[in-house]
């Protein structure tokens, strides 16, 4: 009897499951292989493209912060290993330096309607990717501490610079501000970040060029100088993760953190109520005098593979769509700054659309790109430490970029 | 042993070496050698959420065409081997030509990527093979003195830095130095010093990496010099003490002379580990004060969003290259002994 009660209700929820992702899929067949970073934002999107599995449909994800590096061999052989690869706007230039990447033009015709004309990513005329979601490192803030000084929330790096000084004769905090300046990957990105706020180019026009040891190059370096300063003595081996634990902790007022970690800062769960409720969010801040944000904009989206049969392309596509369909944005609102159709933002996105909206620049999409981050990341830090000049160390940085570039056959 | 017997004998172990060695570092070789193709590029617009920008990008089509042609890429020589990322040959003469003193020249080379990972790499190895090996010496002496139902919980105690693999021994003792961690904090009040952190220096980051490297060695030379104490013969102890020799005297003249062959082979196996220290750098996240050779390796490879196998394979084979030269004076050391016997 027992067992029959089980077997009808297990037997029903599969029709049903069945049944109803069938119908708002619309997948007529097809395999769906799914590769990604992983993280919550992303995990929401693929449990939802998950649902489309049905007889005939298969869906598979496989999430992991190693996908950067298995994403070429595996969409290069044919059939290819992943019909779906969601990448950043850093993570798509290797699949488009090897041309991995479908054109998706006539599937957006078929079934893009839910789409917004800026989540289209194209170069040339060629759409290669659709962007979901945006992020970028934005300011947070201990509003009480501001008060207590009765300032208001600085908006540019010199206020910035005055209120942790202020902060510190007042001898509330010593060192009043944090960023993620790991040497490595996120020193490179804050460079990136101060540099595009700068007004500053990476590239000479239409090459692979360096374009960094000038003044504007200079005056980033200094300005990541003088702010650590104010920064624990142990600057160089922060990372993203760590500056969210001094935060909680109190030992930092204000500091430029990603906004996808915003829900782990003010959420229930942050582990310090007092300093999540006390956390103002606001822009990026800007520098020398500019109006554009001091921060690099970045997106994830996902591209179809090239290697693979047009009805496995087209199930994928149709899959990914139904994940990112405007519902799913609507229900987990907080889960991530959505660039989707509809997408009412909360307060905890503000911080990330406020940025765009002041016209701060897209992390720049370019095959040099991820050879300039790796020099950045491994050429700075003699300089952050004191060791070399400015000039020094863009000297290095350039010298050891155009050895890699060399190396791809990207330069002469 | 006929020829046929000897053959059969080690074909199996031949064939794997060949599989499993050879082959592998035949290809990082000929990979070293070879570049990629150079790309054809053009300029496109690429738009996304924020915006239009000019921007240059890969000609696919066209690369694929020389790509199909030679696989391997583009045949480079050493090129990559003399270049900044390596030997850095210009860079160096350039140094040499230009500088203020000595001073100034070793302040210039360790500005070189190379260089400054293998200074830190032959330092660590330096300091922390004959450290660990005399660490782990004392404690087998110690434990081999105390009574005997002591023994076997102390022995597994003193092997614990060698069970914890070492990115996780790392990453603990990380949390633990961290200024708000319990050795932090302690060493802020120990030295009256609120700034103190052993992460924020150079030479303090060296430092723990050296000691970190001791503390997770030492196990090692600990178990073989245990073994090797039960093997020292006790009618020569015994009459040493007859003839009124100290404890340290029994050591010096009958334990220690028992056991060089053993301290050999230790010496040779932790050379070797130590010259590819790598786990504690990254656990460490101690990659602006040091780097290591494998660390480079490890960074053109996954670093960021391209691999650079080329530059990585050279690097390999420069270590390669590097372990010989070290081993050098014990493989010496081996082949007289060898020599003396036969």
Known sequence: MKKATITTLVGATLTLLASSAFAECNISAGSVRILGNDFDSIRTVTDQAKTCASAETTVRVNLTTEHKNIQVPALTITPAEYTVALIANNSISPLLSADLVRPLNDLVEKYGQDLLPNQLIRTGDDVVAIAFMGNAQHLFMRGDILDELGVEPPATYDEIIDVAEMIRSEGIMEYPLAATYEAGWYLAA??????????????????????????????????????????????????????????????????????????????????????SEATILAPAPTVNGSS???????????????NISDADAEASFQAMMYGIRPEMAQ????????????????????????TARLGARGYPMSPFMGYMHAALGTELSDFMQGRESAEQALTDVEASYLASVREAGLAD | MTHKTFFAFIFPSLLAMILFIALPIGSIVIQSLHVEHPRILVEVENCGPFGCERET?????????????????????????????HLATEEVSHIFNNNEGFQDIVRQMYNLPFYKALSFTLVYTFIVTPLGMALGFSIALAVNAIPRFLKGPIIFFSLLPMIVTPLVGSLILFWMINTQGVIGSNLQLLFEDPDLSL????????????????????????????????TVPSDTLESAK??????????????????????????????????????????FSAEANATSLS????????????????????????????????LMPVLIRLWRDFNRKA
Do not use: C
Not at chain 1, 293 to 305: Q, R, S
């Open chain 1, 331 to 354: 229900q987990n609102p907080t889960a991530a700054t959505w660039l989707i159709k509809e997408f009412d933002a909360p307060e905890s996105a503000q911080g990330v659309l406020q």
């Open chain 1, 190 to 275: 804050e460079f990136v970040n101060m540099h595009l706020g700068m007004g500053g180019q990476f590239f000479e026009a239409g090459s692979a060029q360096p374009a960094l040891n000038n003044e504007d190059g200079i005056r980033t370096l200094e300005m990541m100088k003088t702010l650590t300063e104010y920064m624990s003595p142990e600057y160089l081996t922060v990372t993203a993760d760590e500056m969210k634990q001094m935060y909680l902790a109190g030992e930092v007022a204000i500091m430029n953190q990603w906004g996808s970690m915003v829900s782990g800062h003010l959420g229930e769960d942050s582990g310090n109520a007092q300093i």
């Open chain 2, 57 to 85: 990008r890969v000609d696919t089509q066209a690369t694929q065409a020389l790509q199909d042609e030679q696989p391997l890429g583009q045949f480079n020589g050493l090129g990559t081997y003399f270049d900044r990322r």
């Open chain 2, 199 to 230: 992460r924020a220096s150079p030479l303090l980051t060296w430092i723990t990496l050296i000691v970190y490297g001791v503390w997770s060695m030492a196990p090692f030379s600990f178990v073989v010099f245990y073994a090797g104490l039960q």
């Open chain 2, 242 to 283: 007859i003839d009124g020799a100290s404890r340290w005297e029994r050591i010096r003249f009958v334990v220690m002379p028992h056991l060089i062959p053993l301290a050999t082979f230790v010496a040779l196996v932790q050379l070797m580990d130590n010259f590819r220290v790598f786990e504690p750098i990254v656990g």
């Open chain 2, 295 to 326: 660390w480079n390796i490890f960074n053109d490879l996954r670093g960021q969003v391209d691999q650079q196998y080329s530059s990585a394979a050279a690097t390999s084979v420069l270590t390669v290259f590097g372990v010989v030269v070290l």
């Open chain 1, 292 to 306: 554009t944000p001091a921060a690099a904009l970045w997106w994830d989206g996902f591209t179809i593979a090239k």
